[in-house]
Structures are given as structure tokens and as C-alpha cells.
């Protein structure tokens, strides 16, 4: 059986955890959520970061930050995983969800400022496959009707538009690191803080609405309940375990962006018969090869191939169920509005093997089964 996709363990992982349990601090915030923050911070210029233990927790942050309250307006794509939106369900906002681009799959900017109204708080960009949206079309419209721009990059690690880090780019952003994306903790996140005045109410609704990290620092002289919050932050056994990923960053971008490319070759006679639609990202985007989907003609031929590849050893995967048509998004009176580009797609995707560990004659094998599948 070949997966759809298999995590990848650098070799340092256990090593830096054995440190890690040595040291004899094994609760959150030590010195590797510290390395990992440094990591961050310097590396994809976010102002702070800091860990979570997921990007879900990550993006509930934000809702907070934001400060959400009922009835409040929140513009993101259907297209996207439920933990984007239900970050602000939670606080009570109403979800309005915006169409996507038929080429990035990413949230159609166009769409957005038919989206707005008095309510509106926030714009939810996702970037979808590691390729980035439209962000400075987006900054733009924010800055004019006075919105924070919120970056759900769970998958968009060590990628950048315009030569900026995504997640670094909006206010807020939200990395993940659970064991299906690029760099990986088993579950895992990050906050970025790119604007200073964020960061203190951060660092107390992470650590269960207390101002224990002022406290530690000699800026407070109590340790007491201060605001609403959670425990978001991570084990020192997570974050070691994290930071040995992210020394390899560069490493294993680069690795999945040979995996991509292989795809992308191997395939371009299906795009050009038109037979099938490979990924496309904007020249000022560099991705980082999260993963890599085909978008066929039907939803039939989507399913007939998923099937027909199963019953050959190899699990491919569709992506997503659009939120606006999901139970609770119907339930929320979101399915009112068409979004035909998300529908349509959401029928036709099919994502493929895509892993660092992907031998080339494996992969080869996926391509010419493929190929031979859809064009027979
Ligand atoms: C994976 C993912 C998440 C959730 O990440 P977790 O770390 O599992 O909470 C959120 N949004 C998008 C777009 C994702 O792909």
C-alpha cells in the first residue's frame, strides 16, 4: 500500500527530547519552545511567535485577539479546513464565506468587498497548498474598511509572496505542525505576531488568562487572573521535538519541491490533452509543495480514479467537503449563497501522494497508473 502520506523524522527528533526531559523542565515555554520561537522570528521575520499546541488553538488566539463577539462579521473561503471557521464560531461571529480563484484555489479577492458589512471584523485569508493569496489586494481593501487581516498559513511553513513570509504578512497568522503538513510535531502550532500591540493580551490568554508570563519576567508583582484565555501553549517535549524540523526547514522544502516537480512533469500531457489541471501559483509566490492535487473534468471521473487507485495499492484523497454546504455550516444559514468555483472544484479535486520519502520509482508508478487510468 502506498499512503497518501507518510510523516518525516529528521533523526534528532529524540535526541533534543532526551535533552529536553534531562534538563528536568518538561512543562511549556523552556529553552525549546525558546529556540523555536528565536527560530521563527528570525528566520520568517514574524515580530513574535509563539507555539501552540495547534493551529487550531492558534486561530481560537486570534478570534480572541480580535475580539469577536456575537453577531459580529468574520470573511473567509468555504473552501478551507473547519478549524478556520469555527475559531469564530466560537466567539460567536457569523461566517461569511467568500469564493475562491479557479487557479490557486485560494479566496477570490474580487469577492471580497461584497462580503463587507457594518459587522465586518476580520478577513481570513487561507493559503491553500502553501501558495499565497493575493495579499496585497487584501491589505488594501483591510486598510479601507479598517479590518484585521488574519492569515490561516497551516500550510503555507517556509513559503513566500513577494518574498515575505506567509503568516508574517496579515496582523495576526497561524502555522500548524500537525504530522500531515511540511514541518511537523505530531500536533502542533504557531502564533505570529506581526504587530507589536497584540502581544502582551497573547501572551495572557495563551497561558489560561493570567499574566504569569509578566509575572516571571520581574514585570508584575502578582501572578493572578487577568483576562479570558486557555492553555495553548505546548509540552517542552513537543517543541524539541519542533525544533529539530525546523533546523531542517530549508532541507525539506526543497526535498517536497523535487517530489512536486516530478509530478508536475510527469503530468504535463494530461494538462495539455486537457484531460487534467495541475497546481498553479503566481510568479511572486514561492510555495513550498504542501501538496499536489489534480483537478479533473467531473466529479466522476475524480471518484472512478480515486477507487481505481485504491484498488491499485494507492490511497489518494479528496479535499474538502465546502464548509457552506456542511451540516453545520447549512445549520448556520451560510448555504444561502452559490459559491460555484468552490463547488465545483471541491468535486473534481483529487490530492496525491506527496511526502519527503517518496521514492522516484514509486512515484513514477502513481504517474504512469494515473496517466493510463484517465486516459483510457
Ligand atoms: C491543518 C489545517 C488547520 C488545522 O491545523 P491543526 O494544527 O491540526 O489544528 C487549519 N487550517 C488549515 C487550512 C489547515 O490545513
Avoid at 174 to 184: C, G, P, Q, R, V
Wanted: hydrophobic share 40%.
Amino acid at each position: 500500500m502506498i499512503p497518501f502520506n507518510r510523516p518525516f523524522i529528521v533523526g534528532k527528533e529524540l535526541f533534543y527530547i532526551a535533552q529536553a526531559v534531562m534538563s528536568g523542565k518538561i512543562a511549556g515555554d523552556g529553552i525549546f519552545t525558546k529556540r523555536c520561537h528565536e527560530f521563527m522570528e528570525q528566520q520568517f521575520g514574524a515580530r513574535k511567535v509563539l507555539l501552540t499546541h495547534s493551529c487550531t488553538g492558534a486561530l481560537e488566539m486570534c478570534a480572541m485577539l480580535a475580539e469577536i463577539h456575537p453577531g459580529d462579521e468574520v470573511i473567509m473561503p468555504s473552501f478551507t479546513f473547519v478549524s478556520t471557521a469555527n475559531a469564530f464560531a466560537l466567539r460567536g461571529a457569523r461566517i461569511r464565506f467568500v469564493d475562491i480563484r479557479p487557479d490557486t484555489l485560494n479566496m477570490d479577492e474580487s469577492k471580497i468587498e461584497e462580503a463587507i458589512t457594518e459587522r465586518t471584523k476580520a478577513v481570513v485569508p487561507v493559503h491553500y497548498a502553501g501558495v499565497g493569496c493575493e495579499m496585497d489586494t487584501i491589505l488594501d481593501i483591510a486598510k479601507r474598511y479598517n479590518l484585521l487581516v488574519i492569515e490561516d498559513a497551516a500550510q503555507g511553513v517556509n513559503a513566500t509572496y513577494k518574498g515575505r513570509y506567509l503568516g508574517t504578512i496579515g496582523q495576526l497568522g497561524a502555522y500548524s505542525f500537525h504530522e500531515t503538513k511540511n514541518l511537523i510535531s505530531g500536533e502542533g502550532g504557531a502564533l505570529l505576531l506581526n504587530d507589536e500591540s497584540f502581544v502582551e493580551r497573547a501572551e495572557i490568554i495563551r497561558e489560561k488568562g493570567t499574566n504569569r508570563s509578566k509575572f516571571f519576567r520581574g514585570e508584575a508583582d502578582r501572578y493572578t487572573w487577568v483576562d479570558i484565555g486557555s492553555s495553548y501553549l505546548p509540552s517542552e517535549i513537543v517543541a524539541a521535538f519542533l525544533y529539530a524540523q525546523l533546523e531542517e526547514a530549508e532541507e525539506i522544502t526543497a526535498h517536497r519541491q523535487a517530489v512536486f516537480n516530478r509530478y508536475l512533469e510527469g503530468f504535463k500531457g494530461l494538462a495539455e490533452s486537457g484531460l487534467a489541471q495541475l497546481p498553479s501559483w503566481p510568479p511572486e509566490c514561492r510555495h513550498n509543495a504542501h501538496l499536489f492535487y489534480l483537478i479533473l473534468p467531473t466529479e466522476s471521473v475524480r471518484d472512478r480514479l480515486i477507487g481505481d487507485l485504491l484498488g491499485q495499492g494507492i490511497h489518494t484523497v479528496f479535499h474538502y467537503v465546502p464548509l457552506h454546504t456542511s451540516p453545520m455550516g447549512t445549520a448556520m444559514g451560510c448555504a444561502d449563497r452559490a459559491l460555484p468555483v468552490t463547488e465545483s472544484v471541491s468535486g473534481r479535486l483529487v490530492r496525491l501522494p506527496c511526502y519527503f520519502s517518496l521514492e522516484s520509482e514509486v512515484q513514477e508508478r502513481v504517474i504512469s497508473l494515473v496517466t493510463s487510468i484517465l486516459t483510457r
